[in-house]
Each structure stands twice: as structure tokens, then as C-alpha cells.
């Protein structure tokens, strides 16, 4: 080696103490890798996504940062090319923090309507998701980012997630969950993986060899870096020799004995190497080895691109998806007067809770949106009724005086922006344990009744003007805020004058340390409503040419931590949609949640739009769609049940299958969930997988298929030709699925196999090419350990839905093929 080159990988390995590369397999703290100074090897800093890149930062505030759709939004979008150009655009915003590792993006499948973090996710398809997720990879990691894909495996409900066993049968775990990892390893060439918290089939996956290590490396091949999920590993060297390279966050709590055990241990050394050499390898694909980025939180950028502006914009849009558009009332002209109703009108849910929240460089919400693009004087507006899960967070700020647990003596004294603290730091000279006194002013323009609250994680007491409205102290119960370690919201009720009014909020830290070791407190604030305020906002409706309800959940109902209460919309917001309906005929209800609700007003609505929640510009984008300057073209990617009983777990009876008893979970539906499920079951849902309407009409022509005989081994393409036959330029989504006509082992009625996303002019038609290999028509054998394609006929079927298939085409199969899983 001369002295102008730059170490390689192994020859740093080779240098490296077996106590350094101990050190290399726990991070140094939450966000950051260690460095070995010795050797120049520095820092890797890594952040939380998928939607974005919230840096180094708390939670809640630190820097401002571009928010994108989450991810249900991006996979109705049905785009690759899109979710490609989206990884492009989050590496430039990681970089600009600091950061080589994103941590994303999420490929679990929505097994249930309720799982809590179900907007993360792109589909209830592995096919789909699993597309969607290695274009995103690409994007990301062409620009020199780490893609870190998420949570390696069976992480499909928030319940007991950190201990919980997902027990799934092996075709269900081959064909479906794993499905998308695997495309993410061999398509996306994802540089990391990140392990789930649950157990799989009785072992956690941080530590599950036959994953991390025969499934993962010796089957697929990955070459990558496995960390852990945030306190989600649980051994020192059972988790080396499982496949398990990082420990995350640091310093070490599980590895903390690492050293000692591989002192006398030859083989647990020659992991411990392997496992540094993917860290070291990390560094050296996101180019941090020989370049260092700026790790410093302090220092990370917050400035905003608009061409990445104007892509948030336009994916938001596209992944909108009409559900119904009776009349042809979308879109609506531009010198329409607009009502905007409801209690997701003047506030922008761009993004859900947990993890993946941040804070976006703005929320624009609809109200915001429609006046901009229609004129303030074209748009009225009532809240109608709320939908919060907790009061609203307090915008006042506070003044915080920390001091030691049981002393008077004041540490350090600060100012906080928010009525919400997530401490992952503390300031300088402040312990881990400590309590505070907490003071803020309200400001209140006119005497009436308001309702005060706290949520925290740890202890805290709320008094107005020297009085106790809230003890969530000695009254504290343990509820679902902060991923499971917070409080219940503690709510309490003052009658205030108008003027300035004095907060006092006494804080102490959990007594009980904890792996996250959060600590936290919210502090709720608002007047109640009217009792008429619907009515009002009825009437409101009645004068204006169209209605827009606004209405759905937010980040509260939809977060990590925590599963959803069932489909119904929470609060009044049904009787909101009901009474605008009996005022005005023209009204339009936009949707936003992160996953299926029930309608009870469907038949009555004539037009209904979901919005997900779609990053910053989600009001820009809104209007876009309401005014026809952008085609609602996205498809669901979930299916959306008529009733909670038709979920393919059955949730409103509890049990086994979900959410899990005894620290099971049983994944008894096996293959058939989300459209499977409806297809087995002949159900009609309220919504089926893949629907979508837009501002067009298109025809879907001209199967065929080249070759129709296929030998094993043979690939084939499939072609269909397109046409726009309304009026105006638009998108739809070609949709492929096989049926296999004869099997030995009992499959679902049709999979998803091909899609290709479509634009055309009026009058304009294409001829779209479908590309299918054997593991097109084959299913898992697991008696086998193979997968097979069985000989015989196989029903290929194109169209706009998976309940608008009305093209098929017969192929046949003329021998067996079988392709056992090896190892390499």
C-alpha cells in the first residue's frame, strides 16, 4: 500500500484489536456508530425515515426537514419510477443531515386493518410492496445513502411487539412476508436490513440464525449490514452468531458483556470479525470510510429544495385515490365558492405518529390549499367537531428549571418552544434521573371553560395559578403514549378569565429505568365546542356552491407503539359528514387516514377522495386534485373491508390469531389475507385492492402472451394495449394476476404478478409489456423446501382492479419446475 491510497476494509480489519471490533458492534449512542480514532475509521450517523429524514433531532421539533407521503400514499401511487425519483430526493435531505443511513424504507405487510403503523407500509402485496420497495432502495442508494429495509420479520401489529412470538407457516412466511425482503435484497441491493422486535416461530429475530444468517446471507445472498432495531437486541454473542452485525442505539446494554464472552471463544471471535467487516464495509459503500460527514446535530441543514418541494407535491396528488365520483362532480371549477368542513380542514395531517413524524418545513392543510388556489373570499370554513385523540398540544412553550430528584437546588435552566418534550438528551450537568418545574403562560382573549391534560412518561402534575387541575402523580396509570412507556391522557377542567393565567407542570422521571429510557411530557390545551357546532357548520355547507368535509384520523389514532381502535371514524365526524350531506348535494369528503374506515354514509356521498396523509404540501396537493389541475391516479394498495368481521383476522373477537395471547400470535389465515382473503371468502368489500377512479376513462385490450407453452425454466412476455377513451389526459394502472387452473397444494384464487403505471392523452393508446419468470406461477413447497411450478394450465388476467379483470389468457406449463432453496 502506498501512502497516497486509502485503507481498504480489510486491511483495517486486519489492524483492528478484537476490543475495537467489539466496539464497532454497538452503537455510540443513539444515532451514531463508534468511531476508532486509532485508525481514522470515524462516525456513521444514521435516521430515522421513511418519509423523510427527521436527522439527529428529538421527535418532537429539531431541525426542519422535507416531509414526504408516507408510505400507504407512495404505494397507491403504484409507480416505480416515482418511488425511485423519492429515494433520489431523500438522500440529498439525509446528506444535508449528516446522515448515511436511512432508516428505511418499511416493507411489512398490512396482515390486519389495524395495525398501528399500517401507513408505513406500501400494500397488503408482497408483489407490489416488494417492486416498490427495491425502486426506493435504488434511488436512495445511487446518490450514496444506505437503504436499511424494515422489520426483518413477522412486525405486522403493534401488540406486544417487543416481546411477542409471530408464529407464521412456512408458505405464508415464504410466499408472503418474507417475499418483499427478499426483492429488496436481489432487485434493490439494499446495503443494510434492519431486524424486527418480535420473535419468529418462538425465537427473536435479532438473534434467529436461520434469518439473519441461512435464510438471508447463505440463501438471497445479502452482503449487507443487519442492525437491530432500537433496544431490540437481547445477547451479547448469541446475537453475533446469529448474523446480528449492530446493536442499536449505543452504548452497548446487550453487548455490554461482548468482550468477556469472546475472550475464550474462537468461533464467536471469527463472528466478531465478520460482523466488523459489514460495519467497516457500511462505512465504505456510503463513502464515510474515506470522506466523513458532519455527525454533529447541532451542525446538520435545514434549508429547503424546492425541486424536492415540488416532487412532494406531485406524489401527493398521484397517490390520491378517487373512490367514488358520482355525477362527475370532480373536479370542480375554479371560481366555485367552497365550504371546508371538518376537523381536518385547517390543520395539515401530512404524516402519521412514532418514529416516522418530524418536523416538516410546513403542514399545509386543505383550508390553506383551497384558499390559495381559489381566493380567501371562495372559501369558508368550520370545524364542525374534533377528532383529536389527545388535546392539542399547547403552542406556548416553557421556561424548565431541572433540578436533582428530591433538591430545591436548581441545574440548568432552559426554554423549550413546544408544550411537548421527548428528552433522548438532556442538557449538560443534568443526570438521566432527575425532576422539573415547568412554567408557561395562557393567554386567554374571553372567559369560558377550557379542558387542560397531561400525558407523560414519568410523573407529572399540572396546577393553573397555583391550583391542581390535573394529578397524573399519585392518579398516574400506565397507558399507550410513547411507544407503550407513557401515561394515559389525564384530563382536567378550568373555568379562566380572559386575560394571562400562570402553568406550573411538576416533573419526575420513571422511577423504573427502561430500554428506551424515555422521558416525556405533553401538556393539552383547548375550549370545547358548542353543542351545535355541527348544526353550524351544516348551515355553513347549505350557502356554498360545494362542501368539502375534511375528516379522518391523524398521527395520535395512527402510530408506532400502539394498534388502531377499530375502523370507525373517531368523534362525531360520521353525524359531520351526514348532516353537510342533507345541506348541500354537492359535497365532496376527503379522506385521511393511514388505512381503511368504515362509510356508513357511502351510498349518500357523491364524491369521496382519499388523501392518506401526504407530506407537507398536503393542501397544494389537495386542490390540485379537487380543481382537476392533477389526476387522481392512485390505486389502492389495501383493501378496504366492509365491516371489521371481514378482516382476515377476525379482530372483533380477540384472540390467538389477533392480536395474540400468551405472547403468541398466530398467523392461522395463512396465505389469504387482503384480497386473497376476499376472494376465498367471496366477500364484497367497501373498496377492493387496486381500485381507483381518475378524471378519464381507459380500455384495456389485446392479451397476449409469447410464448403461450411454456418449459420450465422459460420466461414470458405478456403484452396489452391501453387506450384513453374520455376526454382528458390522465393514468391508470395496468394490473396482471395468475390463477393456477390445477394444483396439488390449495392457493389462492389469483396473485399479483405484473403492473405497469400508465399515461395517456385523449384518444391516445399504448401497448404495455409485462415481464413473468417461473416464480410467476410457482408457489412454496415446503415439504420440499422448493419452490415449484406445477405443469398444466395457468389463467393470466389484466385489468384496472383486482375485481375488474376482464381480460384472460390461458398458458400452459408442459413440465414440472423446481427450484429448492440453496445456499450460497
Known sequence: MTQTQSPTVEDLLQQLTLQEQVSLLSGADFWRTSAIERL???????????????????????????AFPVGIALGSTWNEDLLHEVGQHLAREATDKGAGVLLAPTVNLFRSTLNGRNFESYSEDPFLTGKLGAAYIRGLQEKGVAATVKHFVGNESEYQRNTISSDIPERALRELYLL????????????????????????????????????LRQEWGFDGLVMSDWFGSHSAGESVLAGLDLEMPGPARARAALLQEAQNDEALQEAIKTAARNVLRLLERTGVLHQP???????????????????????AAEGMVLLKNQGDLLPFPAGAKVAVIGPNAAKGQVMGGGSAQMNAHRQVSPLQGLQAALGENQVSYHIGCYNDKFLPVHQGGFDIAYQELGSDTVLVQEHQPLGEIMWFGLPEGVPRAFQAKMTSTLSIPE???????????????????????????????????????????????????????TVLIEYRTPEVAHGFGISAVRFGFRKPLPENSIAEAAQLAAKADYAVVCIGTNGEWETEGVDRWGLDLPGQQDELVQAVLQQNPNTIVLLQTGGPVLMPWLNQAPAVLQAWFPGQEAGHAIADVLLGQAEPSGRLPQTFPAQLSDDPTHPETPDLQYPGENGHVEYQEGLYIGYRHVDRKELRPLFPFGHGLGYTTFELSDLQADPTELNPGDALTVTVKVQNTGQRPGQTVVQLYVTDQQSTLQRPEKEL?????????????????????????????????????????????????????????????????????QTI
Open 753 to 821: 404478478k405484473g403492473f405497469a403505471k400508465v399515461s395517456l392523452e385523449p384518444a391516445e393508446s399504448t401497448t404495455v409489456q409485462l415481464k413473468l419468470d417461473m416464480r410467476s406461477f410457482a408457489f412454496f413447497d415446503d415439504q420440499q423446501q422448493a419452490w415449484v411450478a406445477e405443469k398444466g394450465t395457468f389463467l393470466l388476467k389484466a385489468g384496472q382492479s383486482s375485481a375488474d379483470l376482464l381480460l384472460s389468457l390461458p398458458v400452459q406449463l408442459n413440465a414440472d419446475w423446481l427450484d429448492s432453496v
Open 293 to 315: 460527514l458532519d455527525v454533529q446535530d447541532a451542525n446538520e441543514k435545514d434549508q429547503e429544495h424546492q425541486d424536492t418541494t415540488a416532487l412532494i407535491r406531485r406524489a
Open 447 to 501: 372567559e369560558g371553560r377550557f379542558e387542560l391534560s397531561l400525558a407523560s412518561a414519568g410523573l407529572t402534575r399540572l396546577y393553573v395559578d397555583g391550583e391542581l387541575v390535573v394529578n397524573n402523580w399519585e392518579d398516574y396509570r400506565p397507558g399507550d403514549t410513547y411507544f407503550g412507556f407513557g401515561s394515559d391522557e389525564a384530563r382536567g377542567e378550568a373555568t379562566l378569565t380572559a386575560g394571562e393565567h
Open 180 to 215: 418483499p425482503f427478499e426483492m429488496a435484497v436481489k432487485e434493490g441491493k439494499t446495503w443494510a436490513v434492519m431486524s424486527a422486535y418480535n420473535k419468529l416461530n418462538g425465537t427473536f429475530a435479532s438473534e434467529n440464525k436461520r434469518l439473519l444468517t441461512d435464510i
Open 40 to 66: 481514522g475509521i470515524p462516525q456513521l450517523k444514521v435516521s430515522d425515515g421513511p418519509a423523510g429524514v427527521r436527522g439527529g433531532g428529538p421527535l418532537v421539533g429539531g431541525k426542519k426537514t422535507a
